[in-house]
């Protein structure tokens, strides 16, 4: 294993201890509330699998293949001993089988350590309990299905991404691809509190009821852009007893009594949930096209991302180590 030491926050570590240390938080996360299932009991535990996804995200494998066939390098077996349970190791199909079904419960998953990092980093203790919820696209792989191919199902070039959808981003245009729904605390440092990924023409609104029901109690306020002004968000957000702030439909400048203080408003989500956004696609080399296709390797590996992302936060914090600067040399060198 390649060792190379990695300066950063007074800090000199080895990109095999970071990564084995984000691995060894996963011993110690809490974890949703399992449901009832059918069947035989679990051979391996959750808890393996998200240490394999860790790993996909953090080295850059997409295919489930590809982290396999890395696991087999003989510099890799520090890694791989921390597949092992009751000294088993799962089977290729295993891998498969259960890193394929992740994704269903990566949200939850998200939301459970969202939680558990807002009590133990406490980011509200000098402002108020806000969160900003947004969606931010996300470029398909390969080439773009057009509308009128769509339409006609022609798959003109074998690179698209059949599953993905289109959506008009007000900064990047036109894009074929995912849409990252995402709510991150209004505060001195961003936590991902509720993550969930689709196809980029799935409403904003439509997908907001799902993570409003993820967030916890200590979310007061939640800031969302003209997309999330809907009747049902309004009426959903008051039975949780929370106001839901966002802008205001019409034509501008708007006069009404309220617009001085939805621009304040305006200014906090946008600071908080816009740049979260750019660090993140910054870190995990989102910029361009996802590494993946397909609806759920995409959902797999961006819902992975946000959880490492989280990991890593917890990490730096248990080390007084800045949770805002340096994220992305930190897990570079992972």
Request: charged share 20%.
């Amino acid at each position: 294993m390649v060792t190379t030491p990695w300066h950063g926050d007074n800090h000199m570590v080895t990109e095999t201890a970071i990564l084995v240390a984000l691995l060894g938080l996963i011993d110690r996360i809490p974890m949703p509330t399992p449901t009832n299932r059918r069947g035989r009991p679990k051979t391996y535990s959750d808890r393996l699998f998200l240490k394999a996804l860790v790993i996909m995200v953090v080295r850059h494998l997409p295919k489930v293949h590809s982290l396999l066939a890395v696991l087999e390098e003989p510099e890799m077996h520090p890694l791989r001993t921390l597949l092992v349970e009751r000294g088993r190791y799962p089977t290729r199909r295993t891998f498969e089988r259960r890193l394929k079904a992740m994704p269903e419960t990566l949200p939850a998953q998200i939301a459970c350590l969202g939680r558990h990092l807002l009590v133990l980093i406490d980011p509200f203790q000098d402002q108020g309990r806000a969160a900003a919820i947004d969606s931010t696209a996300l470029a398909a792989h390969g080439g773009v299905w057009h509308k009128k191919h769509r339409e006609a199902g022609v798959v003109p070039h074998t690179s698209i991404d059949t599953e993905a959808g289109w959506t008009k981003s007000g900064w990047h245009g036109w894009v074929y691809g995912w849409k990252l729904h995402l709510v991150t605390t209004v505060a001195a440092v961003w936590i991902p509190l509720a993550a969930q990924l689709t196809a980029a023409n799935t409403g904003d609104n439509t997908q907001a009821p799902a993570l409003l029901e993820e967030l916890p109690a200590e979310i007061r306020v939640l800031l969302g852009d003209v997309q999330y002004n809907d009747p049902e968000l309004l009426q959903l957000c008051e039975s949780q007893g929370r106001l839901l702030v966002t802008t205001k439909r019409g034509s501008y400048p708007h006069t009404d009594d309220g617009v001085e203080v939805r621009r304040i408003f305006h200014q906090l989500r946008s600071h908080a949930i816009e740049n979260f956004n750019a660090q993140f696609k910054a870190i995990f080399n989102c910029l361009g096209q996802v590494p993946t296709r397909g609806l759920v390797p995409t959902r797999r590996f961006v819902l992975g991302a946000v959880l490492v992302y989280q990991l890593a936060l917890l990490h730096r914090f248990e080390n007084g180590d800045d949770l805002r600067v340096g994220l992305k040399p930190y897990l570079q060198a992972a």
